[in-house]
């Protein structure tokens, strides 16, 4: 395991809990960041209707439900997960490292938590934007970082 990627594990955030729609799937995991991530990237506003507000969870994951989990392998490095039963998107999972960013509106518990990075700025579309200054990166700038951090796309 590289660097980054042991890293990359820690977790360091407040234990959050949420679930589905319907209540099948439910969820916990650790914030791995103290802030809430926007993903502007197509693929993202295509499954999710708009930007991608996730929490990042790099460990100490349960869900349960977990027959009810659908997994859709959405790229070579990612696959995303719904709810069977009811539709709703649950996460994007990062395979190389097992890493976890969670939809932010399955979690009661997230008010505390601000908006503090966005990325794939580049392909964000006009017809949205946020009010909080955030750390900004491009989809190349964001694939740059991983590159340099020993992963391969």
Not at 31 to 60: F, I, N
Not at 89 to 110: E, H, I, Q
Request: with cysteine.
């Amino acid at each position: 395991m590289s660097e980054a990627q042991s890293s990359a594990s820690k977790s360091n955030g407040p234990r959050l809990n949420g679930h589905c729609l319907c209540g099948a799937v439910t969820i916990s995991a650790i914030s791995t960041k103290p802030h809430l991530e926007a993903c502007h990237c197509e693929m993202c506003r295509r499954w999710c209707g708009s930007a991608y507000l996730a929490v990042q969870s790099d460990s100490d994951v349960s869900i349960s439900g977990e027959e009810h989990v659908r997994r859709y392998q959405s790229s070579a490095w990612a696959e995303r997960g719904f709810c069977s039963k009811c539709g709703s998107n649950l996460f994007y999972r990062f395979l190389p490292t097992g890493s976890y960013s969670f939809l932010a509106g399955l979690f009661d518990d997230v008010d505390g938590m601000m908006l503090g990075e966005e990325i794939f700025v580049d392909e964000q579309p006009p017809y949205y934007s946020f009010s909080q200054d955030t750390v900004r990166k491009t989809g190349p700038e964001l694939i740059a970082e991983a590159k340099e951090a020993g992963f391969e796309f």
